[in-house]
């Protein structure tokens, strides 16, 4: 099995590093390097790109905000000098978080974790035409995908936001989000899902590097700081 790499890492030694442990592993070969994540989002257009190792503390795009926009069939690795992370990093499905300085044990147990390329699956997205049965009040009614403007985590239930009211759904956000289609939905927050096409309008947050998404609806969902420069990609066009 061979699997085609991508090395991202805006340090120029790190990446040599990087490069010359995985020389040990035939089945690795290295094809590209990016020293930024907007680098690494054109090399990911322009090739077939199997395994992503990452760094997290990058400039402008960080590697959890890069892994955001990583094909879901690309598998990725983070490389990186802060253990803080790991959490957020295997939320995130990576199949491996590896702390700076790599040891090539570890390293080793990395890439025996990497599924092979063909087992990779593309997610099945739910059609903005798909109908939801959801109840308001004593009544039912089906609501479509592209009516719904936010999905708000409570507990093990979530609160769907329509254009007939509020209805609830026995289910957690993670597993909404597996079936919402990235491209129509952004996860504003661990709280919050959103319709894109439903932002009318983004504002500074109150807290730091955080955003305020105002919704056609009058709606105001809190960005996180992690996703707020994800949101801004979304509407930049050029």
Known sequence: ????????????????????????????????????????????????IDVVFLDIQMPELTGLELALQIPAHTQFIFCTAFNSFALDAFEL?????????IV?????????????????ASPHYLAEQHGILLKFGDSQRVVRLNEISRFESIGNHAAVYTPYGKSFIHSSLAKIEQ???P?????????????????????????????????????????????AQQLKLQFNAF
Do not use: W
């Open 1 to 48: 099995m061979k699997y085609k790499c991508l090395l991202v890492d805006d340090e120029r030694l790190a990446r040599a590093e990087l490069k010359r442990l995985l020389a040990a592993y035939p089945q690795c070969s290295v094809i590209a390097e990016a020293a930024s994540g907007a680098e690494a989002l054109s090399l990911l257009n322009q090739h077939s």
């Open 93 to 101: 499905n990576a199949v491996d978080y590896l702390l700076k300085p």
């Open 104 to 120: 090539p044990e570890r390293l080793s147990k990395a890439i025996q974790k990497l599924k092979p390329v063909n087992s990779i």
């Open 179 to 181: 079936k919402l289609d």
């Open 183 to 227: 491209a129509l939905f952004f996860k504003a927050s661990r709280a919050d899902i959103v319709r894109i096409s439903a932002i009318n309008k983004i504002e500074p947050a109150i807290n730091e590097g955080g955003l305020l998404a105002i919704l056609d609806d009058g709606q105001q969902v809190d960005v996180s700081r992690r996703q």
